[in-house]
Every structure is written in structure tokens, then in C-alpha cells.
């Protein structure tokens, strides 16, 4: 796994404003504090945050959502317990619209199509199963994903999120026989350098909670031969 983020110098910032900052989540980096005890990317925003405005003892940030360790890209907080609740309920009723970047080894099925299934959470393994049908203890989900680009060995697929379940991407594309490059825990055959997986949570746009401006926000990709092959014509 790559280093976590130490000091508040390796952060990206995306977007900020009085009530909320958004930045580009690095492979490796959580995003709340686990029990590893490894820094976590929201004490690196709290000490940014602290620094550019000078502020004085703790400062307020609230964990809006999350991205899986070995993902990268967009990750939004809130700066201030008024906003909090209103991103919280923005994603909620998915008010956000998220697109990730997935590279996957084989040509999906179709060019573009939508995935139902039925998943399944083993919270022993961390691991989530996709089923055809309802079955005990399982959550429907959806997603749109299209193939946006034929690379030398790999493709790049887009998609976009109807439901948010644990792993969902992964579980559900693994389950079309296009486990994503790094993806050991679900199908792929070796893995990233950097222990990534080559999941990107590429495009963010949302109405304001406040100010009720649209936010539209793309991450930059990682810098690595693949993922910028990607953005060549």
C-alpha cells in the first residue's frame, strides 16, 4: 500500500469554500480513523485547514462520505456543522452525481449497459458477493457503466451509481468477468505496485447546500503510464 498521507504538502485541493473543501484522495490514504491507527486524510484536511486560516485549537470537519483505501480520487468534507447534515442528506437522496473511472483487463460484455444485482456483505473477509436475485441479507444494486476508451491492455470504463453498496463497483464488475486492475480480492491476477486499484472517482457535481451554486469538480488522474494513456487522443 502506498504511504499514507503525512503532512498536509502531499494534499490536492479540488474546490473550498466557507462550508465545505473537496480533494483528490490518494491510493492508501483512509479517509476516517480505523483501527490500523494510520493518519487518516481527514486530520491531514483539519491540519491544512488549521494552517491556511490560522485557527486556533480543533477544527471542525465532518466526514461527508468515504472511498475504499486502495481507490483514489474525489473526497468532499464538511467545514462546518451547518453544512454537515446538509451533505449528509444531499448524498442521501442522491442529489450528488459521482462518475468513476475504472480500467478493467477484458472487453465488458457491451459497450454500455446497466448491472443489477442483489449483494451480499461478509463482514468477516470485508468482502461483499453479487447474486442474480434477492437472496437473505442482500441489498439491490444498480449502476450504468460505459467502455469510454480501448487501451493497449487494459479498457477504461465509466460509471455511474444508482445505489452505494460496500464495494459495489468492484463486486459488480468483477461479476461481468472485468475484475479492475489491482483488484486481487476480486479476480484480478496481480496487483498494483503501489497496492492500488485502479478505481478512480473521476467527476463530482452537486447543487450547493448553501450557497445553491453547482459545484462540478473532475479529479486528475494518478500519475502512472496507464492511467495517462487514458487521457491521450
Not at 490500523?36 to 481527514?42: A, E, H, M, N, V
Not at 473511472?101 to 448491472?115: R, S, Y
Not at 496481480?190 to 472517482?201: E, K, Q, T, V
Request: proline share 6%; net charge positive; aromatic share 8%.
Amino acid at each position: 500500500m502506498s504511504k499514507v498521507l503525512s503532512n498536509k504538502t502531499n494534499l490536492q485541493v479540488l474546490y473550498e469554500d466557507n462550508h465545505l473543501i473537496i480533494v483528490n484522495k490518494r491510493a492508501g490514504d483512509i479517509v476516517q480513523g480505523d483501527k490500523t491507527g494510520d493518519t487518516p486524510l481527514s486530520d491531514v484536511v483539519k491540519d491544512y485547514i488549521m494552517d491556511k486560516y490560522n485557527k486556533p485549537g480543533n477544527v471542525y470537519l465532518g466526514v461527508v462520505h468515504r472511498l475504499d483505501r486502495p481507490t483514489t480520487g474525489v473526497v468532499m468534507f464538511a467545514k462546518t456543522s451547518k453544512a454537515l447534515p446538509r451533505l449528509n442528506k444531499l448524498f442521501a437522496e442522491r442529489g450528488a452525481h459521482k462518475t468513476y473511472w475504472a480500467l478493467v483487463k477484458n472487453a465488458p460484455p457491451k459497450q454500455t449497459d446497466t448491472l443489477i444485482h442483489w449483494l451480499r456483505k461478509n463482514p468477516k473477509n470485508n468482502k461483499s458477493t453479487a447474486f442474480p436475485n434477492k437472496s437473505a441479507d442482500s441489498k439491490k444494486a444498480i449502476l450504468q457503466y460505459q467502455v469510454l476508451k480501448q487501451l493497449d491492455n487494459y479498457y477504461l470504463v465509466e460509471v455511474a451509481l444508482e445505489t452505494g453498496r460496500h464495494h459495489q463497483i468492484r463486486v459488480q464488475l468483477a461479476s461481468i468477468g472485468c475484475p479492475i486492475k489491482g483488484d486481487l480480492k476480486y479476480g484480478f491476477n496481480r496487483s498494483n505496485p503501489d497496492g492500488s486499484i485502479s478505481l478512480h472517482a473521476r467527476h463530482l457535481k452537486f447543487t450547493h447546500p448553501v450557497s445553491h451554486d453547482v459545484i462540478d469538480v473532475t479529479a486528475p488522474v494518478p500519475n502512472d503510464p496507464v492511467w495517462n494513456a487514458c487521457l491521450e487522443n
